[in-house]
């Protein structure tokens, strides 16, 4: 089993749909959380950054951490053509090791 | 504004060649990360450099060297390549520590025949 599953999609949507990502974890160690979005043909960029559980919005992203569950949500609101793109889940621990574990990514097209 | 630059950005080998991917950062970030990126496994780690002198290995080390020439770069090297080792590999650096977040160079694209 990954310490980090991700449905690999791909998720198609129409423009201004509401969308979902998900990632599910094995290791309650891990305390930081992460959205990374990669275009293709480029390398990631950070979209949304965690610490622990709870929620986190900017503009139209939501960041959702439920440790109980070992289960972490990405939405997106009012999606648009140019949010089509791989989204990439990745989790820390502090326990040293320098440990960043990333899903395989879900890859998102939005339809004009 | 160039952040993190990787060298070549494409390039095709045969078994057993060596070459060198390079990658430099100019962000003064203290760390300084490998990985490859393969369809349905998501980046894995290969080595990373916690600072400036040291290195250490990831998570799929073997078939891998790595030199951190100085604070910026960090080179990744294959000594003898396998068709295993077709992947995309990015650079990537960090202030410091395991967290925080990581900047990406666009990737390098390597295929072995």
């Known amino acids: 089993q990954k310490e980090v599953e991700q449905d690999p999609g791909p998720l198609s949507v129409p423009e201004g749909a509401i969308v979902s990502l998900n990632c599910t974890y094995s290791?309650?160690?891990?305390?930081?959380f992460m959205w990374y979005r990669q275009y293709s043909r480029k390398g990631p960029e950070l979209l949304m950054y965690t610490y622990s559980s709870g929620n986190k919005e900017d503009g139209r992203f939501t960041a959702q951490v439920d440790k109980s569950s070992k289960y972490i949500s990405l939405f997106i609101r009012d999606s648009q053509p140019s949010d089509s793109a791989t989204y990439l889940c990745?989790?820390?621990?502090?326990?040293?090791?320098?440990?960043?574990?990333f899903g395989a990514g879900t890859r998102l097209f939005v339809k004009a | 504004n160039a952040g993190v630059t990787q060298t070549p950005k494409f390039q095709v080998l045969k078994t057993g060649q060596s070459m060198t991917l390079q990658c430099a950062q100019d962000m003064n970030h203290n760390s300084m990360y490998w990985y490859r990126q393969d369809p349905g496994m998501g980046l894995r780690l290969i080595y990373y450099?916690?600072?400036?002198?040291?290195?250490d290995k990831g998570e799929v080390p073997n078939g891998y060297n790595v030199s951190r020439l100085n604070k910026r770069e960090f080179s990744l090297r294959l000594e003898s390549a396998a068709p295993s080792q077709t992947s995309v590999y990015f650079c990537?650096?960090?202030?410091?520590?395991?967290?925080?977040?990581?900047?990406f160079g666009e990737g390098s694209r390597l295929t072995v025949l």
């Open positions: 990745a989790m820390s621990d502090y326990t040293g090791g320098f440990k960043t574990i």
């Open positions: 290791n309650s160690a891990f305390q930081y």
């Open positions: 450099s916690a600072s400036e002198g040291t290195t």
């Open positions: 990537a650096s960090r202030v410091q520590g395991d967290t925080g977040e990581l900047f």
